[in-house]
């Protein structure tokens, strides 16, 4: 079965800086991959996708992901963090002919003034 | 337009009880899926309705089920609730039945006590 891991529980990034969020799955073909995002008391909100093409896929709010097959991972960046960046993470896979998506365990992220 | 709404926002109920979760979807889309997201976790799939038909299950055990309306609003029971089933509940609605592009609810937060 397909899984995702998102090794780092908690992240505090300083205002400004550049901020990278870890994501590996396990899947034998290449899986749809998002990130989603959830502020307190939030559902989630879609920022960005991955089908197939073009490995640096652009998002919404400044972020990007590159997908790297070789590692399995799907990192999340962004060149400089905001104060309302501040929330939780997901990384999640869909495996195609099974339509659910598995999401990892979520990457908090606290900005410093 | 509208996102998708959920009702009621908050829920609290005692073991043993039975629970209906209701999720309105975005206009024109077909497709509603159920997560349950277990504080400190990240959501797990419970279902997929598509045109009233069940298309997908997680595993969840039999006290969970779910239908479709005409109208693709849908609604999520538990009977004999436990402790564990504490959670936030969210359902996702798309387009149609590949469900690449999901969009969540803000959730509802029920409490077994």
């Known amino acids: 079965a397909q899984s995702v891991t998102q090794p780092d529980i908690h992240i505090t990034v300083s205002e400004g800086a550049s901020l990278e969020l870890r994501c590996n799955y396990s899947y034998g073909a290449t899986p749809y991959l998002f990130w989603y995002v959830q502020s307190p008391g939030q559902g989630l909100q879609l920022l960005l996708k991955y089908f197939s093409g073009d490995t640096l896929v652009q998002g919404i709010k400044g972020f990007e992901a590159e997908f790297k097959r070789s590692q399995s991972s799907f990192n999340l960046r962004k060149p400089s963090v905001h104060w309302s960046d501040a929330a939780e993470y997901f990384c999640a896979v869909e495996n195609t002919g099974f339509q659910k998506l598995v999401f990892g365990t979520g990457t908090r992220l606290l900005v410093s003034p | 337009d509208a996102g998708v709404t959920q009702s009621p926002t908050h829920l609290i109920k005692t073991r043993g009880q039975q629970v209906t979760l209701r999720c309105s979807p975005i206009?024109?889309?077909?497709?509603v899926s159920w997560y349950q997201q277990v504080l400190g976790q990240g959501p797990q799939f419970i279902f997929q309705?598509?045109?009233?038909?069940?298309?997908g299950r997680g595993n969840f055990p039999d006290r969970f089920s779910a239908r479709q309306f005409p109208n693709y609003s849908s609604e999520l029971n538990v009977n004999a609730l436990l402790l564990g089933d504490s959670a936030l509940y969210l359902c996702?609605?798309?387009?149609?039945?590949?469900?690449?592009?999901?969009?969540f609810g803000p959730g509802t937060r029920l409490t077994v006590t």
């Open positions: 996702a609605s798309s387009s149609n039945a590949v469900i690449h592009e999901q969009y």
């Open positions: 206009s024109g889309h077909k497709s």
């Open positions: 309705y598509y045109e009233k038909e069940e298309r």
